[in-house]
């Protein structure tokens, strides 16, 4: 099962990867980090396909994409 996780203080929340997301499993959350920056957060559930287009479009390398092999 595919995993995102978001670099936090890297994340200027700029929503690229909200937006290429084709599962929208990406949301900019409410929480802030140390620039105050509103940082994005990945959803709860398993929605992620593992594509990393989220982790292709990001400006600021803030997002990792992780994939089990087979």
Same mark, same amino acid.
């Given at each position: 099962m595919p995993k995102v996780t978001v670099i936090k203080d890297r994340c200027k929340g700029?929503? !690229?990867?909200? !937006?290429?997301c084709p599962k929208h499993h990406l949301a900019l959350g409410k929480k802030f980090n140390?620039?105050?920056?509103?940082?994005?957060?990945p959803g709860k559930d398993s929605q992620c396909l593992g594509c990393a287009i989220c982790a292709e479009l990001c400006p600021d390398i803030a997002i990792r994409v992780y994939k089990e092999e087979r």
């Open positions: 700029c929503g !690229l990867c909200v !937006l290429s140390a620039s105050g920056y509103a940082y994005a957060q």
